[in-house]
């Protein structure tokens, strides 16, 4: 795939916290449309390697472009030209508790979009209703909302800017399986029915094989698998076999 045409494009990352390396040389790159995760045991830099892509966490080497801009290396101008063109969900959704829902979503399109006054309210509306969200959810306070909730509120601010690619981090954590699985299937239709390239970081199984269209597996630093779900889950690994192991001892145990 051309680095340019790439939606995002990772190339030999090394992170090092002290004496310890998460990253040793870590490269993908992801296409357009597609929802793909990564997934590594606890330490492997899952989170920090997404903190990386956005600009957030600077990798001590290497070259991250998303959208065709350099992350790290192109113009302050480039780079927050493109931040606009992407949204980030954080794993506990982030919103500014003091701001009401539809205060939290207003915030990037006053601060980063030329929007007029008058279209406001009902673009703030339209990205509470992609979330899974009511109208009437917009004037509560982040504290008055559930967990699921939280998470489509956060969602909902992710996609003010209308972006091309959504970066979320642990986005069902905390969620009971019948909330887990309705946020995956607005996920799922996002990138669907809208075209949105999602990269996601998660350790969950259902996630990983109801919804998701590749696998990037981290451990020791590298990336040990990349693939289709499907070719990834009957990889002879022992990492990777223990891990969907899991489900399989679940559905055992259930009987299903």
Do not use: C
């Amino acid at each position: 795939m051309d680095k340019q045409a790439a939606v995002v494009a990772v190339e030999n990352i090394h992170t090092q916290f002290g004496k310890q390396s998460v990253h040793k040389g870590i490269s993908f790159e992801l296409g357009k449309g597609s929802l793909t995760a990564i997934i590594g045991g606890s330490g492997t830099g899952k989170s920090v390697l997404l903190r990386e892509i956005v600009g957030l966490q600077r990798p001590d080497s290497g070259n991250i472009r998303v959208l065709g801009t350099d992350i790290w290396t192109d113009t302050e101008a480039s780079v927050s030209a493109v931040k606009k063109r992407f949204g980030m969900m954080f794993q506990d959704g982030a919103l500014f508790s003091a701001l009401t829902v539809k205060q939290n979503v207003l915030v990037p399109l006053v601060e980063h979009a030329a929007v007029p006054p008058a279209l406001l309210d009902p673009l703030v509306n339209l990205r509470l209703s992609q979330a899974g969200l009511s109208v009437d959810v917009g004037l509560k306070m982040p504290s008055q909302l559930s967990g699921g909730m939280r998470k489509r509120a956060a969602l909902a601010r992710a996609l003010a800017l209308e972006p091309e690619t959504l970066f979320l981090d642990e986005p069902t954590s905390g969620l009971d399986p019948t909330t887990a699985r309705s946020f995956d299937k607005l996920v799922r239709s996002l990138v669907d029915d809208l075209g949105i390239s999602v990269l996601v970081v998660t350790h969950d199984l259902d996630t990983l094989l109801t919804v998701v269209d590749r696998i990037i597996v981290l451990a020791d630093g590298k990336m040990l698998a990349d693939g289709p779900v499907e070719d990834i889950v009957k990889l002879d690994h022992p990492w990777i076999k223990s891990y969907f192991a899991i489900r399989t001892m679940t559905e055992s145990a259930n009987g299903s």
